[in-house]
């Protein structure tokens, strides 16, 4: 049974930083890419950033380019997210996500491969 869990979220002021982490378990997670998304209040689910199955390539949003960076740890089955200059915009619900299916595709196409989602963890960025 595959799980996936963030944890990270919490409340900081815009301008500053925070780093998400998402563990995830039940699959061989080097064959899988993984990516984040967010939810604000009365919006939809959007795209943040995807990284490959070896993490050497990665995408981006381009409202997070330059401020957010997605790593991955294939020895922890772990991915990242560092989140830097935060703006009350980034506040959101940020979800952890596990490809449907192994090997690498354009990472652009990740929402319409999502096989696993973490719980979510609340990120709020004050003004």
């Known amino acids: 049974q595959v799980q996936v869990v963030e944890s990270g979220g919490g409340l900081v002021q815009a301008g500053g930083s925070l780093s998400l982490s998402c563990a995830a378990s039940?699959?061989?997670?080097?064959?899988?890419?993984m990516g984040w998304f967010r939810q604000a209040p009365g919006k939809e689910r959007e795209f943040v950033a995807a990284?490959?199955?070896?993490?050497?390539?990665?995408y981006y949003v381009d409202s997070v380019k330059g401020r957010f960076t997605i790593s991955r740890d294939n020895a922890k089955n772990t991915v990242y997210l560092q989140m830097n200059s935060l703006k009350p915009e980034d506040t959101a619900v940020y979800y952890c996500?596990?490809?449907?299916?192994?090997?690498?595709?354009?990472?652009?196409?990740?929402?319409?491969?999502?096989?696993?989602w973490g719980q979510g963890t609340q990120v709020t960025v004050s003004s």
């Open positions: 996500a596990q490809a449907r299916d192994p090997g690498n595709f354009p990472l652009s196409d990740l929402r319409e491969d999502v096989g696993s």
């Open positions: 039940g699959r061989t997670f080097s064959r899988y890419v």
């Open positions: 990284i490959s199955k070896n993490g050497d390539t990665t």
